[in-house]
């Protein structure tokens, strides 16, 4: 009889350890959750959308940044152009006809000048022989008179049909040797900018033209009609 007691009293201490492990296991799987908490997984989802929210909107604003500057760098490209058109399309030119000519030592060449505004605006140019070869001389005439500068007058002059009658007048030394040379004259039209015009000229010792003829019988007679 005393020893079902104990073995009972053995068996309810048992049970009782048991039901408090229980107890105990189950309070401290609640104070700290598992890796596969619903709760847990839905805060860190949740984060981590934040923190995507945040670096989408970082990569955005960059990428804003980063177009505006292309943009800008567009506009500043074509305005640059632009200028450029505009610096092109004023001032005058000064051109002739034939830049190039063929002279013996010694002769003087006359090249006809053209004078155009690019713009229509008129200006008053000064004109002067930039670059001549060593022992080379030459000047401006215009209406027979040696000039220094030129009125180029703008569109409405030019369609109205008036001109202007200008040209350089080049001395070639009599001691020129055969060869090619180059002279530069310079249009300045002040704030109208500058052009410059380059000419060449080939020096020969032969004439332009110059041929000989021969004949077997320089003299000779017969009837009217006759062919010899």
Same mark, same amino acid.
């Given at each position: 009889? @005393?020893? @079902?007691?104990?073995?009972?009293?053995? @068996?309810? /201490?048992?049970?009782?350890?048991?039901?408090?492990?229980?107890?105990?296991?189950?309070?401290?799987?609640?104070?700290?959750?598992?890796?596969?908490?619903?709760?847990?997984?839905?805060?860190?989802?949740?984060?981590?959308?934040?923190?995507?929210?945040?670096?989408?909107?970082?990569?955005?604003?960059?990428?804003?940044?980063?177009?505006?500057?292309?943009?800008?760098?567009?506009?500043?490209?074509?305005?640059?152009?632009?200028?450029?058109?505009?610096?092109?399309?004023?001032?005058?030119?000064?051109?002739?006809?034939?830049?190039?000519?063929?002279? *013996? /030592?010694?002769?003087?060449?006359?090249?006809?000048?053209?004078?155009?505004?690019?713009?229509?605006?008129?200006?008053?140019?000064?004109?002067?022989?930039?670059?001549?070869?060593?022992?080379?001389?030459?000047?401006?005439?215009?209406?027979?008179?040696?000039?220094? @500068?030129?009125?180029? *007058?703008?569109?409405?002059?030019?369609?109205?049909?008036?001109?202007?009658?200008?040209?350089?007048?080049?001395?070639?030394?009599?001691?020129?040797?055969?060869?090619?040379?180059? %002279?530069?004259?310079?249009?300045?039209?002040?704030?109208?900018? *500058?052009? %410059?015009?380059?000419?060449?000229?080939?020096?020969?010792?032969?004439?332009?033209?110059?041929?000989?003829?021969?004949?077997?019988?320089?003299?000779?007679?017969?009837?009217?009609?006759?062919?010899?």
């Amino acid at each position: 009889m @005393r020893c @079902r007691k104990l073995w009972s009293r053995r @068996r309810a /201490a048992a049970a009782m350890l048991m039901a408090a492990a229980m107890i105990f296991g189950s309070t401290a799987g609640a104070e700290e959750p598992s890796d596969k908490d619903p709760a847990a997984g839905s805060a860190a989802t949740e984060a981590d959308a934040e923190a995507g929210v945040q670096t989408a909107g970082e990569e955005t604003d960059g990428d804003s940044s980063e177009a505006d500057a292309q943009t800008s760098g567009e506009e500043t490209d074509e305005d640059f152009l632009e200028d450029n058109a505009d610096a092109e399309a004023s001032g005058i030119d000064m051109s002739t006809d034939y830049p190039g000519v063929t002279a *013996k /030592a010694g002769d003087t060449v006359n090249f006809p000048l053209d004078f155009a505004s690019l713009n229509g605006e008129g200006y008053d140019v000064a004109l002067s022989a930039a670059s001549l070869p060593e022992g080379w001389t030459g000047y401006f005439r215009g209406d027979n008179k040696e000039i220094t @500068r030129i009125h180029v *007058k703008g569109e409405t002059a030019a369609d109205a049909g008036d001109s202007v009658d200008a040209q350089f007048s080049l001395s070639v030394p009599a001691e020129a040797g055969e060869g090619t040379y180059k %002279v530069e004259l310079e249009a300045d039209a002040g704030e109208g900018g *500058k052009d %410059v015009l380059e000419l060449e000229v080939a020096v020969s010792q032969e004439e332009s033209g110059q041929s000989d003829f021969t004949s077997e019988y320089p003299q000779q007679q017969g009837m009217s009609g006759t062919s010899f």
